[in-house]
């Protein structure tokens, strides 16, 4: 996946990476290892929406975030299928560098959705990062094509 983004880097806006439908007794924790830690460094500067769904080792989003030091990304939303924690890179590594506009963050193990956290919320807004609900930021493939029309 990363020689893809590679390739179409220049024109690369929306990003889509859903990988947690499709079941597995691991959870899929391998492929989506595999992606975050190649992804960082596939991404162009800047990019308007990307959205990622899939079980998330606290570990390999680490190196996700370490490799995508120089990306701003405009909305981020992350579905998170696992338990680990990673809001804590998130304020490192997000946060702090302000590297987001809007971010939305949903657990789905713990049904936890970041815009529900009030006192996180506005730690975020302290750093000019507006949190929105999942479900608000959400953009299906045929929402897309429609505003692209």
Do not use: C
């Not at 880097?9 to 492929?31: A, F, M």
């Not at 590594?93 to 809007?102: C, D, H, P, S, W």
């Amino acid at each position: 996946m990363s020689n893809l983004i590679e390739n179409i880097k220049q024109n690369l806006n929306y990003l889509l990476i859903d990988i947690s439908e499709y079941s597995s007794p691991n959870g899929n924790i391998e492929g989506s290892s595999n992606i975050l830690q190649n992804l960082g460094q596939a991404l162009p500067s800047k990019l308007e929406y990307i959205r990622m769904a899939f079980t998330i080792k606290e570990s390999d989003f680490r190196v996700f975030l370490e490799n995508s030091q120089d990306i701003f990304i405009n909305k981020l939303l992350i579905k998170q299928n696992g338990s680990d924690d990673i809001l804590h890179y998130i304020k490192e590594y997000i946060m702090k560098e302000r590297r987001v506009r809007y971010l939305a963050i949903k657990n789905i193990e713990n049904r936890i959705d970041l815009f529900d956290l009030k006192d996180e919320v506005k730690e975020f807004e302290l750093h000019n990062i507006i949190v929105r609900n999942y479900t608000d930021l959400y953009i299906t493939v045929n929402n897309y094509i429609k505003n692209i029309d």
